[in-house]
């Protein structure tokens, strides 16, 4: 059942982080798909048609953006929303994300620098928000998307005091 | 604030705003009479014709040093910087007033260096490193320039080096022979390193606290055997070898010197009045070399003059390079010193350190040619003057051997990485043949339909035994362990970097697997850290490694996120 570990069950692995995000990310993810890549097919659509010349050369970007757009609308948001999990212990963060590339990513809670809780206007529609944790080194953030405003409200605030109680510049 | 009167040139009592040296403006009258120079002696020496058209590089050489001059002058006026008890200050700006503040807790190195117009005028430029970011490219701090006994004085407020740093300072005072503002000098460093030390509550086990007779031995300038002391407490770990000039004369950038140096020697040429076009016509009969001859020529000599200017260049730098390590009260510091003419210090406090990258450029695998830098918190890896180098481009021995002396016995450097598994030479082989078929792709169409001759195609084609190879360079360059308090990756295929990274470091671990490597039993484990890079990655561990790899390169950090069955139990 792991995701990353599966096909060798004698050696040791992680477990999964113990919680789940909200079923409605899948929604903002189609959203965003549609936002990015179904503006750009839009725009390609349309040159195709008002600009007769160019046509020919259109044709083959136009069935890309359209591939590209069908897998991030039907099948990006249902797997991601099967990887993506988290889990805020007293020690240590704990998110895994991706789909084409999976990856999970654990940070101390001692190390942290910053904690966010963002909302852009896509998930302040749906009510959503992204937990992003950061730490000294420049790519060493962890960003958990799809959560309850609320509950990234409230994991911010917990990871915030359990941050400061840790000592030192945290590099 | 009640900082606002006109600040003394004389350092003084904490919290009071300092001047950069007023030398600063003597050597910017005499870079404006330096460069106005060679206008006069064109003129009245060679008797160039007085017209913009004949003279105007020289005209141009004029206004940069001048308006530059000038510029300089008024940034010296407008500028200036205080030391307090918790930070340094600066500000400058003419029109748009900045002020700059740093915490002295967070400052990670205080780099002096000179210009050659420095040097001449006794002046040090001090660059103070915090913990920004690596990416701003800058200085947190730039004084530009002090006196050479001030920048010492500075630094050593800074950084709080102890004794044996001392040597150098009483020669810097020896030099400018200045007895009075020396001991002047001398008595705020006392009086601000009994502040320091009473605020930081620490160092305190030999000197005495409070005591103004204990703090002032240790952190003044007086005799008491100082260069004994100072020999003690520096250990030497390499010193330049002329020969290494070798390793430094072939690079991409050789060319780039080549046409700077003779755009540079044309230009200077024509304004006295010589033709360089004309006289290189004239030496060979190009007509009959062909084009191809030609351009093999030109290519030779330009890499010839190349290489020469890189060596001088070298040369030049690295002179009298030394790198050491100096003990001090407060910690250790890996010194670099180098430079004929500029002269450049840097000090990298080593409780900053967090392990130390050899690099192989693969061109030049051969002949044993490495790189070698620290990983540290707090200094630009993207600076052009590679504050990380401790050491100059030079043989791999030279480099394993200082690691080894940097980074303690058994060095974790030597060890023998084991192979990773088959399936990541597999998976670059993929990537390998899939860019070859993308190149294969692209010229296929405008060669079917003519638009491209055929051997385009075929040159396409060739590509592909150059990725297969570089597929198998990049794998046999591939490794990974854990060795004592250090976790070691190599990889990459242009430069083949191997990192000895302090475990202790790590700020988060990733495990990362896409589709191509879930099929092959393949994860990629990334180690995140402050310093360096930023990321360290181990790629293609075989998957059943990853996890335990990834709890020894961080340990405790994810043991409780590890399955509590034990392995065998499955099995």
């Avoid at chain 1, 993506?84 to 212990?89: D, S």
């Amino acid at each position: 059942m792991h995701p990353l570990s599966d096909d060798h069950p004698s050696v040791p692995s992680v477990r999964l982080p113990r919680l789940r995000i909200e079923r409605r990310a899948i929604v903002w993810w189609m959203l965003r798909a549609l936002l990015r890549w179904g503006l750009l097919l839009a725009a390609l659509v349309v040159a195709a048609v008002l600009w007769e010349p160019v046509r020919v050369w259109l044709a083959a970007p136009i069935a890309g953006v359209s591939a590209i757009l069908l897998a991030k609308l039907l099948i990006e948001p249902w797997w991601r929303y099967a990887v993506h999990r988290w889990e805020i212990t007293e020690h240590a963060t704990y998110a895994s994300n991706g789909w084409l590339v999976r990856e999970w990513r654990v940070a101390p809670s001692s190390r942290i620098q910053t904690v966010d809780a963002v909302r852009g206007p896509l998930e302040q529609l749906l009510g959503l928000s992204t937990l992003r944790v950061t730490t000294a080194s420049s790519y060493g953030s962890i960003d958990i998307n799809g959560l309850d405003r609320t509950t990234a409200e409230e994991a911010a605030t917990r990871l915030a005091v359990v941050a400061e109680l840790s000592e030192g510049d945290a590099t | 604030m009640s900082t606002q009167r006109s600040p003394g040139p004389t350092p003084a009592a904490d919290g009071e705003w300092r001047r950069l040296s007023v030398r600063v403006i003597w050597v910017d009258l005499v870079q404006s009479v330096v460069s106005l120079l060679p206008a006069v002696v064109a003129i009245a020496v060679f008797q160039v014709e007085v017209s913009f058209g004949a003279l105007w590089p020289l005209i141009a050489v004029a206004a940069w040093g001048v308006i530059g001059a000038i510029v300089d002058a008024v940034r010296w006026l407008f500028t200036s910087y205080r030391v307090s008890e918790s930070d340094i200050e600066r500000r400058t700006g003419v029109f748009v007033r900045r002020r700059r503040s740093v915490r002295r807790d967070r400052i990670r190195s205080v780099d002096t260096s000179a210009k050659l117009r420095h040097r001449l005028a006794g002046l040090r430029v001090v660059a103070i490193g915090a913990g920004q970011q690596t990416s701003a490219g800058e200085a947190a701090f730039l004084l530009d320039a002090l006196t050479r006994t001030d920048a010492e004085r500075l630094r050593r407020e800074l950084i709080r080096e102890g004794a044996a740093a001392q040597g150098a300072a009483v020669q810097g005072a020896a030099v400018q022979g200045a007895a009075v503002q020396g001991a002047a000098v001398q008595g705020a460093a006392v009086q601000r390193a009994a502040v320091q030390l009473t605020a930081a509550e620490r160092d305190l086990a030999d000197s005495g606290r409070g005591d103004e007779s204990g703090p002032a031995a240790a952190a003044s300038v007086p005799p008491r055997g100082s260069q004994a002391r100072g020999s003690a407490d520096t250990e030497v770990f390499a010193t330049l070898r002329p020969w290494w000039v070798v390793y430094n004369l072939f690079s991409i950038w050789a060319y780039l010197m080549a046409a700077g140096l003779l755009w540079g020697a044309f230009w200077l040429a024509s304004s006295f009045g010589m033709n360089l076009l004309d006289v290189a016509t004239s030496l060979a009969d190009w007509d009959e070399l062909g084009p191809l001859g030609t351009i093999v020529i030109a290519l030779v000599f330009a890499g010839f003059v190349g290489a020469v200017g890189m060596g001088v260049n070298f040369l030049v730098s690295y002179w009298r390079f030394e790198l050491a390590r100096v003990r001090s009260s407060d910690g250790s510091f890996l010194r670099t010193r180098r430079g004929l003419l500029s002269t450049r210090e840097v000090n990298r406090d080593e409780a900053r350190m967090r392990g130390l990258t050899i690099s192989e450029p693969l061109l030049w695998r051969w002949m044993g040619m490495a790189d070698t830098n620290v990983i540290t918190t707090g200094l630009g890896i993207w600076d052009l003057n590679e504050p990380t180098a401790i050491l100059p481009r030079g043989p791999k021995s030279v480099a394993r051997e200082v690691g080894a002396r940097v980074l303690g016995v058994p060095s974790p450097l030597e060890v023998d990485l084991p192979r990773h598994p088959r399936a990541a030479l597999r998976r670059r082989l993929w990537w390998a043949t899939a860019t070859a078929g993308v190149v294969v792709a692209l010229v296929a169409l405008p060669v079917a339909t003519g638009a491209a001759p055929v051997w385009v195609l075929w040159a396409a084609l060739g590509v592909w035994p150059v990725c297969l190879a570089a597929a198998v360079v990049a794998y046999r360059a591939l490794g990974h362990a854990i060795v004592g308090d250090y976790l070691i990756v190599r990889g990459g295929l242009m430069s083949r970097a191997t990192s000895a990274l302090r475990r202790d470091a790590v700020s988060t671990i990733a495990v990362r697997q896409s589709i191509l490597q879930r099929r092959l039993g393949l994860s990629t484990v990334a180690a995140m850290t402050a310093a360096g890079w930023s990321a360290y990655e181990a790629r293609d561990v075989a998957a059943p490694d990853a996890v335990s790899f990834a709890a020894r390169a961080a340990p405790g950090l994810i043991d409780e996120f590890v399955d509590p069955e034990p392995a065998s139990a499955a099995a």
